[in-house]
């Protein structure tokens, strides 16, 4: 993938610089807040190199890039002139649109997205420590435990720090201002006076106490209201002492506050959201984790699950385990499993190597890929998949599957749900879970899900017959090379389909058939047509000569005309086109490989015009 033409693509399709408030990612997504939502043109984004799908939800303009969505990312930030950080929130916030629970999931996605790698990574070093001191490979009191185990706690301990930073960010405010706030929280002495039940007060007023790490809510008020006071004072403060005074009456007028009201009362809405979950649950895990992980890969396509991320870290940090993402974590292994299956039964050239990505990725615990190119775009497949999960969840809640940090999928997550005191039955259930959630998402999309002999509805067959073989003549004269050869990953990864390419000696290429012309380019470098017996054929006449907006070509034939074997289709001048610094390599493309079983190139070096180019079966 060039990633600087994909961003190019991608920021001119949804209206230039000047219609992005701001862009953030995460694993693979590019979350655009837009202007104007109506500008983008969503049926031709998603034609970009590179780009799976695109999805509209929760206040955002997401485009699903996949796994290479970091490398995307920081090359739309080079095309756009600016640095990581630097969009303006500001801006942002003043053009909000949407509903409230659209800003909602828009501010939780913003505050928690740039931590969620870190706080799965330690959690799954937490994890691997259980697994360490339950199988008897370390103790607790070993140097190198202690040292690993800090380094994963940590953040968990410090939460408040981290998310205050992130939070004021996203708020548009000092983001190392409400840090301190976030220290402050978590400093020494008050986390002291909690244990030791010291009371404190503040001008006389009395200080509830509470133990604020990891603590998520209060923090994420308290940088939202940080960020508004200091844009109120810095909007008065005289410019010679600005930078210190803003920060300063920020800090003595919010710190207060945070231990006064924020605290509690966000302690109180903490406490009620780990109990109301686990009031659910509690009802009947089986039936609830039918119906959540039945439905999450759906809340996911919409990109709604970050309104879930506060309600699972909390019951983390507050009950110290999450019931609730025991039971979602198969949903990824049910998605996966279905991907594999149409991986191993599919025949199609583009879709076999999708799949096969899509379940790498998805073991990895990247299920994006797998949804959007392969069980999505195939339907049954997704709706299988999505009651496998729910099966798998509903295994997962009966066994008491539990995690006890923020999981996300993959194999890589396992070991955060390993009870620290030791592997126990609510661990073998989880693993039960997953297997099944595999299996059953294999099983159903091999068998029901998936028919390779079916062609996609939108490919045209005049004649149905694979067997009997037919054949392509050469449009050119010149020098036959191998597919994989051409300069240009379009053609010669085979995404496009399988052929073959000529380096023409002479500018006249001429219909390789009977048959009808579909496409003729406004740019004249490239022809689409499909012959009597069915075969889709593209030729591309050199490599971006689509630059050249038509200049030095000549076209003989227009839609919808009726071809013979030999007819001119198209003159154009070789010297003039490589004097312009173009290679002329022409690619001769099957459109509708899937539809065939081999197609295969003649093996000489030199090729004339009407010699035998493919022989397809």
């Known amino acids: 993938m060039d990633y600087q033409k994909t961003a190019k693509e991608v920021l001119r399709s949804v209206g230039g610089n000047d219609n992005v408030n701001s862009v953030i990612h995460c694993v693979t997504r590019l979350r655009f807040k837009l202007k104007d939502n109506q500008l983008p043109d969503k049926e031709k984004i998603k034609q970009i190199d590179g780009v799976i799908t695109v999805v509209e939800s929760g206040g955002q303009f997401q485009v699903v890039i996949g796994n290479e969505v970091p490398k995307v990312y920081e090359a739309l930030l080079d095309t756009m002139g600016v640095k990581p950080g630097d969009q303006a929130v500001e801006d942002d916030q003043k053009n909000e649109k949407g509903s409230l629970f659209s800003r909602f999931v828009d501010v939780i996605s913003g505050v928690f997205m740039p931590v969620v790698g870190v706080l799965a990574a330690v959690g799954i070093l937490k994890g691997l420590l259980a697994l360490c001191t339950s199988?008897?490979?370390?103790?607790?009191?070993?140097?190198?435990?202690?040292?690993?185990?800090?380094?994963?706690?940590?953040?968990?301990?410090?939460?408040?720090?981290?998310?205050?930073?992130?939070?004021?960010?996203?708020?548009g405010g000092n983001p190392y201002l409400s840090a301190v706030l976030g220290a402050a929280l978590v400093y020494p002495t008050m986390t002291s006076a909690f244990t030791d039940k010291t009371a404190l007060s503040f001008l006389t007023i009395p200080v509830v106490l509470i133990n604020y790490t990891s603590s998520v809510i209060p923090i994420i008020i308290g940088a939202f209201l940080a960020a508004?006071?200091?844009?109120?004072?810095?909007?008065?403060?005289?410019?010679?002492?600005?930078?210190?005074?803003?920060?300063?009456?920020?800090?003595?007028?919010i710190s207060p506050i945070v231990f006064l009201v924020v605290g509690p009362i966000a302690t109180i809405i903490s406490d009620g959201l780990a109990k109301g979950s686990m009031w659910i649950y509690q009802l009947s895990p089986a039936i609830a984790g039918l119906i959540l992980a039945g439905f999450w890969q759906g809340i996911i396509i919409f990109g709604l699950h970050w309104a879930f991320i506060p309600i699972l870290l909390n019951n983390v940090v507050t009950n110290g385990f999450d019931p609730i993402n025991g039971m979602l974590f198969c949903t990824t292994f049910a998605q996966t499993g279905a991907a594999f299956a149409i991986a191993l039964k599919s025949r199609d050239p583009k879709l076999k190597p999708i799949a096969t990505s899509a379940t790498i990725a998805g073991l990895m615990g990247v299920t994006e890929p797998a949804i959007y190119g392969v069980t999505l775009p195939t339907k049954k497949p997704f709706i299988l998949a999505s009651i496998a999960g729910g099966i798998g969840g509903a295994v997962a809640g009966l066994l008491g599957s539990t995690a006890y940090g923020f999981a996300s999928g993959g194999i890589f997550g396992i070991p955060l749900f390993i009870n620290p005191k030791g592997i126990d039955t609510g661990f073998i259930g989880f693993i039960i879970?997953?297997?099944?959630?595999?299996?059953?998402?294999?099983?159903?999309?091999?068998?029901f899900g998936y028919k390779n002999a079916k062609p996609s509805p939108d490919i045209k067959i005049a004649n149905e017959s694979k067997e009997e073989e037919k054949t392509v003549f050469s449009p050119l004269n010149g020098e036959l090379i191998r597919l994989t050869a051409v300069k240009d990953e379009a053609f010669s990864s085979g995404s496009m389909g399988q052929g073959a390419a000529i380096i023409p000696l002479e500018g006249v290429a001429y219909a390789p058939f009977n048959g009808t012309v579909v496409t003729v380019f406004k740019t004249k470098h490239a022809i689409g047509l499909i012959s009597e017996d069915g075969v889709e054929l593209l030729i591309h006449i050199g490599i971006n000569t689509v630059s050249l907006k038509g200049k030095h070509f000549t076209s003989f034939v227009s839609e919808g005309d009726t071809i013979r074997t030999g007819d001119k289709l198209v003159e154009f001048d070789p010297k003039a086109i490589v004097n312009e610094g173009y290679d002329l390599t022409?690619?001769?493309?099957?459109?509708?490989?899937?539809?065939?079983?081999?197609?295969l190139a003649e093996e000489s070096k030199d090729i004339h015009v009407g010699g035998r180019l493919l022989r397809i079966r």
């Open 135 to 171: 199988l008897g490979w370390m103790t607790d009191q070993m140097g190198t435990y202690k040292i690993l185990y800090a380094t994963a706690d940590a953040m968990f301990y410090f939460f408040p720090v981290i998310l205050g930073f992130s939070a004021g960010k996203k708020f």
């Open 228 to 253: 508004k006071v200091e844009k109120f004072i810095s909007k008065y403060a005289p410019a010679s002492i600005k930078m210190f005074i803003v920060p300063f009456l920020t800090l003595v007028i």
């Open 433 to 447: 879970s997953l297997v099944v959630a595999f299996v059953v998402g294999f099983i159903l999309t091999y068998l």
């Open 586 to 599: 022409t690619s001769v493309i099957v459109t509708n490989t899937a539809v065939y079983t081999d197609i």
